[in-house]
Structure formats: structure tokens, C-alpha cells
């Protein structure tokens, strides 16, 4: 098992950028895929970005891409969220979640681990 914890948000406005941090502890994190989950008030929990284990592979949100960009250090346990350009509908609970794979998946039920959330709110 692998326990998770998001740092990172806050209140910014359109425009800024704003770097989450997915940090782990428990098993070997690089057996791991690793995604990015968001759910807005009123709103179904939805994909952002997602990392293969290894790190070699990415995948985006048509929402997001261009703007942000997921990585990982391995050594140091974290996958990071690295958002620029960012609007007021990214205002948002940001989740990280894990499932020990070599695939990337995009469908929340697919990740048995998740974090506790970071709110990030973006003012126009």
C-alpha cells in the first residue's frame, strides 16, 4: 500500500502558475502510475494528467494540455503538477492517485490510492 499527500495549492489569479507536489510513502514508488484528478463544486471528479511509472510516459487532458505538465523524481518519492496559464476553471480540489501498473489510465475508479486533496482556486 501507498499513502499519498498533495501539497501545493492555494489562491491565485488567471494567468499565474501554481506547482502541486503528489508526495509518497509505503512501497516502492516507481512501481507505480501516478495521476492527477480534479473535482470542481457540483462537479463529477475528473482526469487531468497521468505518469507512467518510469517517468517515459505522459498523457494530458485535452483540457489542460499546453498548460500543464506532470513529472516525477522517483528518488525523492514525488510526481509534481506544474500549472501555468491558469484559468478560473481550473479552480478545483486537486487529488493525486496511484495504481501499481506499467499503464496509464484516466478513470478514477482505476486508482485504489488517493490523496486527501489541495484546493486551488484561480480569481478572474
Known amino acids: 500500500q501507498v499513502q499519498l499527500v498533495e501539497t501545493g495549492g492555494g489562491l491565485v489569479q488567471a494567468g499565474d502558475s501554481l506547482r502541486l507536489s503528489c508526495v509518497a510513502s509505503?512501497?516502492?514508488?516507481?512501481?507505480?502510475?501516478v495521476g492527477w484528478f480534479r473535482q470542481a463544486p457540483g462537479k463529477e471528479r475528473e482526469f487531468v494528467a497521468a505518469?507512467?511509472?518510469?517517468?517515459?510516459?505522459?498523457y494530458n487532458a485535452d483540457s489542460v494540455k499546453g498548460r500543464f505538465t506532470i513529472s516525477r523524481v522517483n528518488a525523492k518519492n514525488t510526481v509534481d503538477l506544474q500549472m501555468n496559464s491558469l484559468k478560473p476553471e481550473d479552480t478545483a480540489v486537486y487529488y493525486c492517485?496511484?495504481?501499481?501498473?506499467?499503464?496509464?489510465?484516466?478513470?478514477?475508479?482505476?486508482?485504489?490510492?488517493w490523496g486527501q486533496g489541495t484546493q486551488v482556486t484561480v480569481s478572474s
Open positions: 492517485a496511484a495504481r501499481s501498473t506499467i499503464v496509464i489510465f484516466t478513470t478514477s475508479s482505476d486508482y485504489p490510492y
Open positions: 509505503g512501497r516502492t514508488f516507481s512501481d507505480y502510475t
Open positions: 505518469i507512467s511509472r518510469s517517468g517515459s510516459s505522459t
